[in-house]
């Protein structure tokens, strides 16, 4: 009972909130700082999304996922126990279940999110789109007319020594290497290129400094395919491959590649046509807008997709991201698509903390009036 | 108006210009190719010959109405002028010259400008780079520069090579030299179609009759002979097929003349001073007058449009103040048509009043007074000096309010949209928010905390004028009033209620030292400053909040721990820090007291230290002399609290 009371009082503590405070605050300028020389994926992994940092190396400090989750005991706790319910306590009741359901909103966010993009042409349509920073090593039988069965295997479960099985094509892969970003080369010898599959033509692969943006990395891995009939041959798959690799064998050929991680949508997106306009005798943008079709199950509709004025259905939201300038006037517009099943969160607790603030400290004002009075 | 002896000109000009901080980059990027390949052809020539002493244009009101176009922005000629004169030299006129009234000789009689003094120099060693005499006060004339142009064209060539991180001061000094002079240089030829010139002294008295030019006018313009370029067409037209051997005098006068054009207009191309739009494909697009000369534009209304800014030129010349103004009316009429409904053209007037009224600097300054009769009020038992602050403070709040609301109707937009409407938000919030103060206490502390913020933010906001056009246009992610005015404003607000807090905490430190004996005063301050920070603490949240909402809403994601984000939590979380620390009985008055002052240097931090960073989707327009601000500002503000706050701990509990 001692140590439960223990328990109970250290995560009631008020000083405990100030620490923590201190702590986010100091992993919030670090992080900052960070972002200077690594940017800002490497430091939302090494300061935000992490639990424990080692500073300089060796000192140990909590990372913000610990501090995050500390102060959401504590708000709970205080909540549960601590406060005192009544109207003078309420501007104070609202601003704290505003900041845990924010908390709450953040947790949602990080565990169920889905941030992908979708690059079309004009003229071009796709019910798929890429994910920024993960990856699929995909496998699929050659021949198979319009429609083709794909069999994707995240990347993240590439680590050397690990057997990738592709059952559906009776094949598996062992992977020997796998570099999140490398730099490929071709061999000269005509003898060494042969004892590799690659459609481009690349022999061998070298790890290479990750980027700071992930969406920069070039990854590449080296695999032992091994066929139906027992037989192996040395598999390359890199990201920048021109084309897809295909193993043909006993009459069948399957194809690989190693891709961006595809996630299906629930209609089919074509681009019409993508404006752009600026201030007059400048490179000062002034809009960028796609006019999308929507095809939703047989249902077709035209949307309008510009800066500030995203398109949402069913939890998706499609922003208008950026663009590419390419031959013959033609264009390229690239969506921002994001799958948040918390996003209302945010918007809720913005609206509860914020009011409580504003009762919390009229209040105050009042009573202080008051007994000045 | 100053007359000088005009001693040089120099016919060779170029179009590069890029005077905004915003565009820093692509600049950096151009300059390369540009002095790489611009031949600069300065050929010296005895300007007496073309250059004749000009009558006084004495009211330049139609002058200043002509609409500009800059960065993609329609403005009057007037605040072209005085963006152009502050770049150059730090300052919106010239000796008792209003800006447009120099911009005018610049245009119309430029050779009088050679003396000028109007390049700023900040760094002596460029001067010294340049082999030129060292000025003091450190603004130099053309002609000061003229000695050393070759060596700066390749001292500026040789820091746009590197990298923007790696230019030493003195480069980047070399580098808005030599950007200024080119812009200038630009600006010096852009009327010369308009005055004549000995190349276009025309000795064949048969073209002369045969192109209808009157006789008694040689040397002619260029624009003379361009708007009879059909008659010489016309001559020159037949001798495709005609050997040169077989040239009339007059075929070959004619050729002459017209080699002597093409090379004019190629010379003069690409300017970056437009003032004729046009349509093209449904845009708009602006032409400066020798691009529309270059690319042969002969429809009536821009041939009238040219036609009426050489008339403007030759009235400016000959100092006929009638013709000056119906030519710059007549001009004006034409952009107005031309562009019929346009928002920017309607609100002209506006800003041209604006201009004229001069209000942040008016209330800056009676800022300055009302601050000192506080602060006089605080110590004195007389009424007079609390009703004249109140009184000053008002006047000035008035004219601050004013200033505001007109930039917001000639922009179109919420109070703020750059880094320099912050500030001037911030101090006009600082004022109401000690306005509050005072009608709650009466104790002067509102109106002391009110004039020292107003006159300190207001001053400090000049400092961004020198840097570019403060209404200029809105990048497309930014173009949304909806969340300028909701994100940008309760942030900024937040701003303000820490700032207030921190300046009420330097009252309340200071006079715990002086006066411990006032504890009612004290407690009265305290409370004020509390009341300050939790105004900027509900704030700083709200807006921070809103500012995710945006994002989501622009890039859908609520927060994304960029540097700007980040700044804005760090106040929250300081104010929370704050709070909670004296719930625990951490702290106490005077430490709280320490803390809002804190407080202030993690908001200017946030506000504009982010920037300094150079990362993140907020790092927009930002000098390096700001960091040197920043930096001293923290010492200052850490020698305070290292002072004061243990003094005043000291002289507490003797009281």
Redesign the interface.
């Known amino acids: 009972m001692y140590w439960l009371n223990k328990i109970i009082g250290f995560f009631l503590s008020?000083?405990l909130?100030?620490v923590c405070?201190?702590l986010?605050?100091v992993l919030?300028?670090a992080?900052?700082?960070y972002?200077?020389e690594y940017?800002?994926y490497m430091?939302?992994q090494r300061?935000?999304d992490s639990w424990l940092i080692l500073f300089f190396g060796f000192i140990p400090f909590p990372g913000a996922q610990w501090v995050l989750g500390l102060l959401f005991i504590n708000l709970f706790a205080n909540m549960i126990i601590r406060f005192q319910y009544g109207w003078r306590q309420s501007g104070i009741i609202m601003i704290h279940m505003g900041l845990l359901l924010l908390l709450a909103?953040?947790w949602v966010?990080r565990q169920f999110g889905q941030?992908s993009f979708l690059s079309l042409l004009e003229g071009e349509g796709s019910n798929l789109s890429s994910s920024y920073h993960e990856w699929e090593i995909a496998a699929w039988r050659e021949g198979g007319g319009r429609v083709r069965d794909v069999v994707a295997i995240d990347a993240d479960y590439a680590e050397p020594g690990r057997v990738l099985p592709f059952e559906e094509f009776d094949v598996h892969l062992t992977v020997e290497d796998f570099h999140r970003h490398a730099r490929a080369f071709r061999a000269t010898d005509p003898d060494v290129a042969a004892q590799v599959l690659n459609a481009t033509g690349i022999t061998f692969l070298e790890a290479a400094r990750p980027h700071w943006e992930p969406q920069e990395d070039m990854p590449g891995g080296i695999f032992t395919l091994q066929a139906p009939d027992g037989s192996t041959r040395r598999l390359l798959l890199f990201s920048g491959d021109r084309e897809p690799t295909t193993f043909a064998h006993g009459g069948e050929a399957v194809t690989f590649s190693l891709r961006r991680k595809r996630y299906p949508l629930p209609m089919m997106v074509s681009l019409i046509n993508f404006e752009k306009?600026?201030?007059?005798?400048?490179?000062?943008?002034?809009?960028?807008a796609s006019f999308i079709q929507v095809d939703l199950q047989g249902v077709a509709r035209d949307v309008l997709v510009e800066?500030?004025r995203?398109f949402r259905y069913q939890g998706y939201?499609f922003?208008q991201?950026s663009y590419a300038d390419l031959d013959h006037g033609q264009h390229m517009s690239t969506f921002?698509?994001?799958l948040?099943y918390g996003?209302i969160i945010?918007?809720v607790?913005?609206g509860l903390?914020?009011l409580g603030?504003?009762v919390?400290?009229l209040i105050?004002?009042f009573r202080?009036?008051r007994n000045v009075v | 108006m100053n007359r000088r002896r005009p001693q040089i000109v120099c016919p060779g000009g170029t179009g590069f210009h890029d005077g905004s901080v915003a565009?820093r980059f692509?600049y950096s990027i151009c300059l390369l190719c540009f002095l790489a390949f611009t031949p600069l052809t300065f050929g010296y020539e005895s300007a007496a010959e073309v250059a004749r002493p000009p009558l006084r244009i004495g009211d330049l009101t139609e002058f200043k109405r002509i609409p500009v176009?800059h960065?993609?922005?329609k403005m009057p000629m007037q605040t072209y002028a005085r963006l152009f004169l502050l770049q150059l030299s730090g300052r919106a006129g010239y000796a008792d010259e209003s800006p447009e009234e120099w911009f005018a000789r610049l245009l119309f009689d430029p050779a009088t400008t050679l003396d000028d003094r109007i390049f700023l120099i900040n760094h002596p060693e460029v001067a010294q780079a340049l082999n030129i005499p060292v000025r003091e006060g450190r603004r130099y004339s053309f002609t000061d520069l003229h000695g050393g142009m070759g060596r700066l064209r390749e001292l500026a060539m040789r820091a746009s090579r590197l990298e923007s991180e790696d230019r030493s001061q003195v480069e980047n000094e070399l580098l808005r030299v030599f950007a200024h002079q080119t812009v200038y240089l630009d600006l010096f030829h852009a009327f010369e179609f308009a005055r004549p010139h000995p190349a276009f002294a025309l000795g064949n008295r048969e073209l002369i009759e045969t192109i209808e030019l009157p006789d008694d006018r040689s040397p002619y313009r260029f624009a003379d002979l361009f708007f009879r370029a059909g008659a010489l067409q016309r001559i020159i037209e037949p001798l495709a097929d005609k050997p040169q051997s077989a040239w009339t005098e007059l075929e070959a006068a004619a050729i002459e003349v017209s080699n002597t054009m093409y090379e004019w207009s190629q010379r003069h191309q690409e300017s970056t001073f437009?003032l004729i739009?046009l349509m093209s494909h449904g845009?708009?697009?602006?032409l400066s007058a020798w691009d529309t000369f270059a690319l042969g534009f002969r429809d009536a209304p821009s041939l009238e449009a040219l036609n009426a800014l050489v008339e403007l030129s030759e009235a400016y010349q000959q100092g006929q103040q009638v013709d000056f103004d119906m030519a710059a009316r007549h001009f004006r009429r034409l952009v107005v048509e031309r562009l019929e409904g346009d928002r920017e053209l309607a609100y002209m007037d506006w800003e041209i009043r604006f201009n004229n009224l001069n209000l942040f600097n008016r209330a800056t300054l009676l800022y300055g007074f009302a601050f000192f009769i506080a602060l006089f009020a605080l110590m004195s038992r007389f009424k007079w000096p609390y009703r004249l602050s109140a009184t000053l403070l008002i006047i000035a709040f008035l004219l601050h309010t004013t200033g505001m609301i007109m930039r917001m109707v000639i922009m179109g937009r919420p109070p703020m949209t750059n880094l320099y409407s912050t500030f001037i938000f911030v101090s006009w919030m600082c004022v109401i928010l000690g306005f509050f103060a005072e009608a709650?206490q009466k104790n002067s502390i509102g109106w002391l905390t009110s004039s020292v913020s107003g006159v300190l933010l207001l001053m400090f906001s000049r400092r961004f004028e020198m840097e570019g056009d403060t209404m200029?246009?809105v990048?497309?992610?930014l173009?949304?009033n909806f969340?300028l005015s909701t994100h940008v404003t309760t942030i900024t607000a937040g701003y303000a209620g820490c700032l207030l807090a921190g300046v009420i905490g330097h009252v309340y430190l200071v006079h715990a030292v002086i006066n411990p004996a006032r504890t009612d005063r004290l407690k009265s301050i305290y409370?004020a400053m509390m009341?300050m920070l939790?105004?900027g603490?509900?704030f700083s949240?709200?807006g921070t909040?809103?500012g995710?909402?945006?994002a989501?809403?622009?890039?859908?994601?609520?927060?994304?721990?960029?540097?700007k984000e980040?700044?804005a939590?760090?106040i929250v979380?300081?104010c929370?820090?704050l709070y909670?620390?004296r719930?625990?009985k951490?702290i106490g008055d005077v430490a709280m007291a320490a803390g809002c002052i804190f407080g202030g240097i993690i908001v200017m931090m946030a506000w504009l230290g982010?920037n300094l960073?150079?990362?993140?989707l907020h790092s927009y327009g930002f000098t390096s002399g700001l960091a040197m601000n920043l930096f001293v500002f923290t010492g200052v503000e850490l020698l305070f609290i290292a002072v004061f706050a243990p003094w005043a701990r000291k002289r507490l509990p003797a009281a």
């Open positions: 008020l000083k909130t100030v405070l201190l986010l605050s919030t300028v992080g900052t700082l972002q200077v940017g800002l430091a939302q300061f935000f909103g953040g966010t941030e306009t600026f201030h007059p005798n400048s490179e000062i943008p002034r809009s960028f800066m500030n995203p939201t922003y991201a921002a698509i994001v948040n996003r945010p918007y607790a913005t903390t914020f603030l504003a919390h400290f105050e004002l202080r009036r | 565009r692509i176009l960065q993609g922005r437009v739009p845009e708009e697009v602006w709650l200029g246009q990048v497309a992610v173009d949304s969340w409370y009341g939790g105004f603490l509900t949240f709200l909040m809103l995710g909402v945006w989501d809403q622009s890039w859908g994601r609520f927060w994304g721990w960029d540097p980040n700044g939590l760090l979380l300081w929370s820090i909670h620390a719930l625990t951490w982010v960073l150079g990362v993140g």
